[in-house]
């Protein structure tokens, strides 16, 4: 986020050496050098200092300082912005926030609307730093305060909805959950932040996902397609998913379901070795039997390799379905 080095006030700092019949016109000219002395050190705050008392001094002056009071005024706004960024570099986020806001205020004053804009830039990205600081400490309110502001900073930011996603999660908010982070995931597309869209995606998949799996627990299998579904609509590549929705499908005797499903998890798993399709082999072959398709069945049952399906699919072959 760095605007300016300190080299681009140095120009407008020339010291002065006219020195006026007016004891106060002196002081002027004395507080405006020191100024530029300071700069050499690269003491931003100290130039700030002395270049504010400088505009008050030569405003109580009047005509005759104000050569020197427009040159301080130019130099004001700009190093407030170096003052912001050097403190943004400290991480110290609050005191960067305020910082920003005094160069703000102070292109305001002295009407520089150009630095005014590079001020407010980085503004929704430090709210975003405190509120993420804030989710990471558990302190939701503040860390939905501050991110409620960034992303009113900038609706784009969708950064600031992932972590307001992040931050309803812990609070079991689920309405709100879901909400930001699908704003996320909608923002990040485009603006081109594919990493945050893609990790909204995740979160809000895993969500679903882990909610069925803990219906299926349950034995709850309608519930549990209802969020396996809700799983492959936030990510239509989560494998596993379709692999679930099959099994719910093969407990709830709906046949054909369950079959796409099964048939969606193994394309989506195309290379994958043989023992990470077992299960999925073993759904697809249960639904064909419930079908009483045993043909395919038996194809679908050949296939399972492993534990702790292969027992399972030998019954089916040599037992109940007496596959040739």
Not at 35 to 46: P, Q, R, T
Not at 122 to 132: D, F, H, K, R, S
């Given at each position: 986020?760095?605007?300016?080095?300190?080299?681009?006030?140095?120009?407008?700092?020339?010291?002065?050496?006219?020195?006026?019949?007016?004891?106060?016109?002196?002081?002027v000219t004395e507080t405006y050098n020191k100024a530029s002395e300071l700069l050499a050190k690269d003491d931003v705050n100290g130039v700030i200092t002395e270049l504010e008392k400088c505009v008050d001094l030569a405003k109580k002056v009047g005509a005759e300082a104000d050569e020197i009071r427009l040159k301080a005024e130019g130099a004001l706004p700009n190093l407030y912005l170096q003052k912001a960024d050097k403190v943004?570099?400290?991480k110290n986020y609050p005191a960067a926030l305020k910082a920003f806001e005094e160069a703000v205020a102070a292109s305001e004053k002295y009407n520089n609307p150009d630095i005014k804009e590079k001020a407010e830039s980085p503004i929704p990205q430090v709210y975003l730093a405190i509120g993420t600081g804030a989710y990471q400490a558990d302190n939701i309110d503040e860390a939905i305060k501050n991110l409620d502001q960034a992303t009113t900073l900038n609706p784009d930011l969708a950064k600031a909805y992932f972590i307001k996603g992040a931050t309803y999660q812990k609070q079991k908010n689920d309405a709100k959950m879901v909400e930001n982070y699908q704003l996320a995931m909608t923002k990040g597309e485009a603006t081109g932040d594919n990493a945050t869209a893609k990790s909204a995606k995740s979160a809000l998949s895993r969500y679903y996902y882990n909610n069925g799996i803990n219906a299926m627990k349950q034995k709850k299998f309608t519930d549990?397609?209802?969020e396996f579904t809700k799983t492959v609509e936030a990510d239509d590549t989560f494998a596993d998913a379709y692999y679930r929705l099959a099994s719910c499908y093969n407990n709830n005797k709906s046949w054909d379901n369950a079959i796409t499903n099964a048939e969606k998890a193994l394309q989506l798993k195309a290379g994958a070795d043989a023992k990470a399709l077992d299960g999925i082999y073993y759904e697809l072959g249960t639904a064909y039997a419930g079908k009483k398709d045993n043909g395919k069945a038996c194809d679908a049952f050949k296939k399972v390799t492993s534990e702790p399906y292969l027992k399972a699919a030998k019954y089916q072959i040599e037992t109940a379905l007496k596959c040739k």
């Amino acid at each position: 986020m760095k605007c300016f080095k300190l080299l681009s006030v140095a120009a407008a700092l020339v010291g002065f050496t006219v020195i006026g019949s007016a004891q106060t016109l002196q002081e002027v000219t004395e507080t405006y050098n020191k100024a530029s002395e300071l700069l050499a050190k690269d003491d931003v705050n100290g130039v700030i200092t002395e270049l504010e008392k400088c505009v008050d001094l030569a405003k109580k002056v009047g005509a005759e300082a104000d050569e020197i009071r427009l040159k301080a005024e130019g130099a004001l706004p700009n190093l407030y912005l170096q003052k912001a960024d050097k403190v943004l570099d400290t991480k110290n986020y609050p005191a960067a926030l305020k910082a920003f806001e005094e160069a703000v205020a102070a292109s305001e004053k002295y009407n520089n609307p150009d630095i005014k804009e590079k001020a407010e830039s980085p503004i929704p990205q430090v709210y975003l730093a405190i509120g993420t600081g804030a989710y990471q400490a558990d302190n939701i309110d503040e860390a939905i305060k501050n991110l409620d502001q960034a992303t009113t900073l900038n609706p784009d930011l969708a950064k600031a909805y992932f972590i307001k996603g992040a931050t309803y999660q812990k609070q079991k908010n689920d309405a709100k959950m879901v909400e930001n982070y699908q704003l996320a995931m909608t923002k990040g597309e485009a603006t081109g932040d594919n990493a945050t869209a893609k990790s909204a995606k995740s979160a809000l998949s895993r969500y679903y996902y882990n909610n069925g799996i803990n219906a299926m627990k349950q034995k709850k299998f309608t519930d549990a397609v209802a969020e396996f579904t809700k799983t492959v609509e936030a990510d239509d590549t989560f494998a596993d998913a379709y692999y679930r929705l099959a099994s719910c499908y093969n407990n709830n005797k709906s046949w054909d379901n369950a079959i796409t499903n099964a048939e969606k998890a193994l394309q989506l798993k195309a290379g994958a070795d043989a023992k990470a399709l077992d299960g999925i082999y073993y759904e697809l072959g249960t639904a064909y039997a419930g079908k009483k398709d045993n043909g395919k069945a038996c194809d679908a049952f050949k296939k399972v390799t492993s534990e702790p399906y292969l027992k399972a699919a030998k019954y089916q072959i040599e037992t109940a379905l007496k596959c040739k």
